[in-house]
């Protein structure tokens, strides 16, 4: 054989070696046996990132691997990291696409600060990609180690800290933190991913499919009205949840929201939705919120375009209008009536009627009861904790309560302030804890007899009693739940504010009617005072059934 031709063989030999090394690192794909990473790189993939610069780092080597991996992202190699922020702007000015600029930890991501700015002000969808070491080692004079979360300040749109999942919370929470990042299309965003070694161990033969969160602009046009009306009239079982910001309702029906836990355990797959159009506030009942997290889907209606995904089950974020969307969902239904929304309105109406039909003997639940059936149309106020879990049972219409955060302060300031423009009386049912604590509303020249309290007093905070396993702590009472002896006497006396204090079913009620019913010029205080014990049991009584 001549040398030409060996020659000739010998390159064949490499060719046909390289393209069998190729074909099985095809075949043989690996990624990360990193959790927050291997979620980071599928909803990169899913959100459309097509192009990554990436920078030189042990730390961010996982990330760069993965990035590598998938077939979708072109990679760009850049040792500069300052440089590499401006390629990465480069690109996003090309294609108008968010572009991923990753770097390792320490001072490198530092160094995409100018590149940052840049884009901040051009609006270009930059995606800042660092890795960082664990947070048990930030400051402890530990390698390439500073406090990244936040360091690119307020030249990012998004800054988010992946956790390193350990269980299903945790790996929701991540998921969710990457769609929070990569749902902001305006501006860059900044994504911190700790990884705690071994770093190197590319294990995992597929990438996770992980759930993508959408968002929709502000546009409630009769187009997408249109698109969530059909949708929702679409589904097989799909459910509103709605209502101002001072209640909630389910379809259109006012819910009991504080359901017994023992009754979703027993309602069936039958009841479970699998689309929930959300346009609510905040929900009370953690049993309800628990429930529907068995739904397959959610759509939240916000004016900010926020991502609230309370049921852990979001896939579409649409900012405008959540009454405008309610409203026009109630209308449909009204037209065209679905199935699984009477099934759930006729399980409403048997928990109300069960709710009416109960005779709690003296105590905060017939208190409000009571309120509930001689008030009529007029503003409620409730404060947190048992008086809203009340209002849960017995409310015939909206009602506010601070369920933002949920603290038992301000919540008589809040009716205070409420009736100093208000048109008609504003009633404020309140708990002991709550009202001391918030007594100083009472402290202000311009309330008048437009404000009217119900004030529940057993002489602690009974919630406390309804705390499974916290009867076995010694603390309960005195210590956690502030057990007292306090009454308002002294304060309305202080405040000229009409006082009186009930005891007995027959006194509750007749001076229930008499603050209902009065045309008084001064403020108006009737305090409940019940047994914390008999409160509870009256609770615990209630039975609601399917």
Known sequence: MKIEDWLRFVQAAKNFQFSIFNLQSSIYQMFSDKTNVNILTSLLVAHGIRHAVVCPGSRNAPIVHNLNE?????????????SAGFYALGIAQKTGQ????????????????????????????????????????IDQ????????????????CKAVTLPEPTDEVTRWHCNRLVNEALMKKHGPVHINVPITEPLFNFTVAELPQERRIEWQPADLSSIM??????????????????????????????????????LLQALDERYVPDFVVYTGGPIVSKQLKHFLR??????????????????????????????????????????????????????????RQQAESYEPPFSQMAAVKYFEQRVGKAYRHYANSMSIRLASIFAKGPVYCNRGVNGIEGSLSTAAGFSLVADAPVYCVIGDLSFFYDQNALWNQEIDGRLRILLLNNGKGGIFNMLKGLEQSPARDRLIAAQHTTVAAGACMQHDVYYQQVCNEADMQRAIDLMTASDMSRPMLIEVLTNPDIDEETVRRLKIEN
């Open 141 to 156: 004079q530990d390698g390439q180690t500073l406090p990244q979360p936040d360091a690119l300040g307020r030249f990012v």
């Open 98 to 137: 968010p572009v991923v600029v990753c770097v390792t930890s320490g001072t490198a991501l530092l160094n995409v600060a100018p590149a940052v700015a840049e884009a901040y002000y051009q609006h270009r969808p930059l995606v800042v990609v660092s890795a960082d070491r664990p947070q048990a080692w």
């Open 225 to 262: 009205l249109n698109h969530i009306a059909h949708m929702f009239m679409q589904a097989e079982r799909p459910m509103l949840i709605s209502g101002h910001p001072q209640s909630s309702m389910i379809n259109g029906q006012p819910s009991f929201y504080d359901f017994p836990s023992s």
């Open 294 to 351: 068995r739904a397959k889907q959610t759509w939240i209606v916000n004016p900010t375009g926020e991502v609230y995904d309370t049921f852990m089950n979001l896939t579409n974020v649409i900012q405008g209008d959540g009454e405008v969307v309610a409203d026009y969902l109630r209308f449909m239904l009204e037209q065209q009536g679905h199935p699984f929304v009477q099934l759930w309105d006729d399980l409403l109406l048997r928990i």
């Open 70 to 82: 998938c077939p979708d992202i072109a990679c760009h190699p850049v040792t500069d990291e300052r």
